[in-house]
């Protein structure tokens, strides 16, 4: 694998931990290691995007789903992706059993400090597939 890891979110519209998945992705793309990363939207995947499934053939990916459907890891490897970890939104609360989002249309501060914690868990992960990798 080479290149940026891909981040692929759920689309869990109008669900808490799915607007959770969302935001924790766009925080590790844009802020954490823009570098390193690229978010691959869910739908490009679904619909059949060519262009996305050629990406996705040759990165590794780290899917974040918000319920226990799976959907992100399941489209990645239907797609034939690589995902080279699991995420579930559900998990990371479990981690930090005091910040629980309370709004589902956007979220709340607890929703953010989510986001965050579960960026930083992706940060990470990140970090240990690049160190992975052998360079030239």
Known sequence: MKGKV??????GIGKSLGSVAREGSYAVTEELCPDRTRL??????VLGEKETRTELSSAAAITIDGCVKACAAKVVEGAGGTVVHALQVLDVCRRHPNVKPSRISELDNNGHKLARALAEEVRVLVDSIQEEVPHA
Not at 6 to 11: A, R
Not at 40 to 45: D, E, Q, V, W
């Open 6 to 11: 891909l981040i692929v979110p759920c689309s």
């Open 40 to 45: 691959m939207p869910l739908a490009l995947l």
